[in-house]
């Protein structure tokens, strides 16, 4: 098999294992929160991800992979970042319609094109950016109810998509550029992560459900579901990192509004959720949004390949070596026994881990 189809398995196999995991963690977590009534989704996530920790620890010592050491810096400040991320989209369905907040989800894909293309010099096309557009309108059209706005909630989605955008930026960026898997910089920035999330989760789902985590009666399902939510955690937190590593965020956003078009043709299907022909229509918009991308996405990627192939080796090295990272100017420190460093970022993505 030549490096080229083996990519490309590589790719499909990563978006399989996305789509299958998330889709069965939502529908795990649906009957976890619905039916046995255990409200805590903060605090329920910072249990997946220390069960991914300990997974992922447990694999290293068993040398099914091979850990890398990065700037300890780095490791923390994404791993915090990313932590809350996740604890304000949380926040941003908790303090606003769940219209607003599919809302705020939808406008990550655009926020994340102006990131990368200011701060990365990518290029976009028009055919990419007009088949977006249609996924977008599908995904709106068949997710998007009401659109209830307050102040609160707003600034709160605006940290969101910030927050959810540099994220999901550098671990795509982290892994390219510091040459680390997506095992590795799970393994190394989970713990961050959880923790943070295990220190504010108790205070988030109580101040959003009024409900206290630690007097819930926690019957034999209940402590069932939450392993099993917790073991299908664990893929997909690992499919998100790989799918991102492998492609882009916009990439990855694209697949979760496809995962979200799933969701609801299954939560029909197997729960019996209402279901309307709005919801029949904005789907099938977004599955053509979705084939448009893909289609044009693959001929891009050809080009691109072709192009590069016809290039010297000399030259495509140096191209290859060129690539910015979030602007940043190649590290003059080799004497770092192996570590990985981001510290000579420039301010403008220092500034989304420092804030300075």
Known sequence: MSDGAGSRTGVAGALGLSITSSVAIVICNKYLISTLGFFFATTLTSWHLMVTFFTLYVAQRLHFFEPKPIDARTVISFGLLNGISIGLLNLCLGFNSVGFYQMTKLAIIPFTIVLETIFLNKKFSQTIKASLMVLLLGVGIASVTDLQLNLLGSIIAVLTIAATCVGQILTNQIQRRLKVSSTQLLYQ???????VLLVTGPFVDKLLTKRDVFAFSYTTQVVAFILLSCSIAVCVNFSTFLVIGTTSPVTYQVLGHVKTCLVLS????????PFSAR??????????????????SVVESRKKTEVASSLPVAAQM??????????AKSSPRTDNKGEETFDYMPRTAKSAFTGR
Do not use: C, T
């Open 189 to 195: 920035s989970s713990p961050y992560q959880s923790a």
């Open 266 to 273: 299954f939560g029909y299907i197997i729960l019996k959720d």
């Open 279 to 296: 919801n029949v229509v904005g789907i099938l918009i977004a599955i053509f949004g979705m084939g448009l991308y893909s289609y044009y």
């Open 318 to 327: 140096s191209e290859k070596d060129s690539a910015p990272l979030l602007g």
